[in-house]
């Protein structure tokens, strides 16, 4: 039987989730799904300096917006703490199973992976001092490790003594010397890197009792039985010391398929995409606003108005394509459709003015009804009440205009409301002396019309303007500054019918007024 396909997105609480963290959640959850997997969460907070307050909730709600919340290691909204049939490898939160990894260091110790060192961080920074000093970069690797502080070089009393003595000591791996490690990924195919060039990581912290990322990752990905890791670029340095890692314990065979994406870059190409950018350039790079612990707040695509499935179609074809023209995916279709091998090896330069025209695009799809529940409570907000029929014809009116919903009222304001003051400019081009006899005339034919819809509107209008001789563009853009205040909005018959003939009249003689 073909193993079971389990993918791990594996976030360190240290912040708000960036779009490509959200990129990353996604491909893992789309793999998973077509596969008809497990999409697991971890949360990996080893590093208790870096841990941001609010951040894995954040994480958790993100996703959940997204619509891409995983099967596994998330109960009733929260990171699952104890194990069930859900979530049989809780807690699927590192911090929680730091009693799980020393063991695992110190297999390593005992079967020569991996030794102890107690080099103190004031010894090891003057190290790095003295080597910058001759232009060179201090390496704790192969090439010092015999003269340095730690059990390759003490006897075993020694040893224990000091192990007893203070907790300021570590376990780090100890890199085999001029090994050649091939690996595959996924995206990037074979890649070998000489051992040599790597240095001996930390696995294991005794005076916080806690591991590393790299030895917490390796373990939890073995003991949670993550099938594929797929995850960001930055990460690929570390994948000889994780294979290094595999074969130490003696589970190469079992190891997980690695895929590393490629970042998801500036506007203009040059660089990693960074929250820097979307201040600058006037765009969210968060999928939910974030309100950092200091008090500052950053801006997400949620509050920002776009819908979720256009966030994810828009993801989810930086650094992959389908092969086909199409752009428009909702997420069933994006699992039928994804796979790593179309997905690229370059960076894929965001774009936010495609990013507005997949939400203009998801708009579009929207039915009008749906728009005007959307559009309401801004209604409300400007003590407008206006029944579901009457917001949903003003929406027919300009939905094709707008990117967001909250682009409607300054597209529609004229529909709910009478206008304030009249563009001058449009006055100036189109005003004659004549026109206010011209607009009152028009105004008592309205009145007597029979049916006040929008053809008898226009029928009626163009009549007279014929039978007048009047110029059509200075009587329509006349009429349509009185019922806007500008040059602005659909048809004129169309806002007049949807306002109504009293009301239509109203602006007109106010406006002659
Ligand atoms: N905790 C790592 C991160 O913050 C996860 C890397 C991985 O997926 O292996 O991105």
């Not at 006037?282 to 979720?308: K, Q, T």
């Not at 226009?458 to 039978?467: A, G």
């Not at 853009?477 to 009249?505: F, Q, T, Y």
């Amino acid at each position: 039987m073909a193993k079971e396909t389990r993918v791990r997105f594996a976030p360190s609480p240290t912040g708000p989730l960036h779009m490509g963290g959200v990129r990353t959640a996604l491909y893992n959850y789309l793999y998973a799904k077509k596969r008809g997997g497990k999409f697991i969460l971890r949360i990996e907070d080893t590093d208790s300096q870096r841990f941001v307050p609010g951040a894995e909730e954040y994480i958790i709600e993100a996703l959940e917006w997204c619509g891409i919340s995983p099967n596994e290691g998330i109960k009733e909204g929260k990171i699952a703490e104890i194990a069930d049939k859900e979530n049989p490898y809780a807690p699927y939160r590192q911090s929680q199973r730091r009693g799980i990894y020393r063991k695992y260091a110190e297999e390593l110790v005992d079967k020569g992976f991996a030794y102890y060192a107690f080099d103190t961080s004031s010894a090891l920074d003057k190290m790095r001092k003295d080597a910058e000093e001759t232009g060179e970069t201090f390496t704790y690797n192969h090439s010092v490790r015999e003269s340095l502080d730690n059990s390759l070089t003490i006897s075993k009393e020694e040893l224990s003594r000091r192990l007893d003595e203070s907790d300021h000591w570590v376990i780090r791996f100890k890199m085999p010397i001029d090994k050649i490690i091939k690996m595959t990924d996924l995206i990037r195919g074979e890649i070998e890197v000489n051992s040599s060039t790597l240095d001996d990581k930390v696995l294991w912290k005794a005076a916080d009792e806690l591991p590393t990322y790299h030895l917490a990752n390796v373990v939890d990905d073995r003991l949670m039985e993550i099938s594929d890791v797929i995850r960001g670029e930055e990460w690929l340095p570390s994948l000889p010391l994780h294979y290094m890692l595999y074969e130490a314990f003696g589970w190469s065979d079992i190891r997980p398929s690695f895929a590393h994406l490629s970042l998801l870059l500036k506007p203009d190409g040059k660089g990693k995409l960074s929250k820097r950018d979307g201040d600058r350039l006037g765009f969210p790079v968060f999928p939910l606003e974030w309100r950092a612990p200091g008090g500052e707040i950053s801006s997400g695509y949620r509050e920002e108005g776009y819908y979720p499935d256009a966030f994810i179609n828009m993801l989810a074809l930086l650094g992959w394509n389908p092969g086909t023209q199409q752009e428009i995916f909702n997420l069933n279709e994006l699992t039928e459709a994804f796979s790593l091998e179309r997905v690229v090896k370059s960076g894929a330069k965001f774009n936010p003015e495609k990013a507005k025209w997949f939400n203009q695009e998801y708009l579009r799809q929207r039915d009008l009804l749906s728009l005007a529940e959307e559009f309401k409570p801004f209604l409300i907000s400007k003590g407008i009440d206006k029944n579901d029929e009457y917001i949903s014809s003003a929406v027919s009116m300009i939905k094709e205009r707008a990117s967001f919903v909250k682009e409607f009222w300054s597209l529609s304001d004229f529909l709910f409301t009478a206008p304030q003051s009249y563009d001058t400019a449009v006055k100036a081009k189109f005003w004659k002396e004549s026109t206010p006899a011209i607009l009152k005339e028009i105004s008592e034919s309205l009145k007597v019309m029979e049916n006040f819809d929008k053809e008898s509107i226009e029928q009626k209008i163009s009549q007279l303007i014929k039978e007048n001789g009047w110029q059509t563009g200075s009587v329509m853009n006349c009429l349509r500054l009185l019922l806007v205040g500008e040059s602005k909005g659909p048809g004129v018959a169309d806002i007049m019918s949807l306002i109504g003939r009293e009301e239509s009249i109203s602006r007109v003689e106010r406006g002659l007024e």
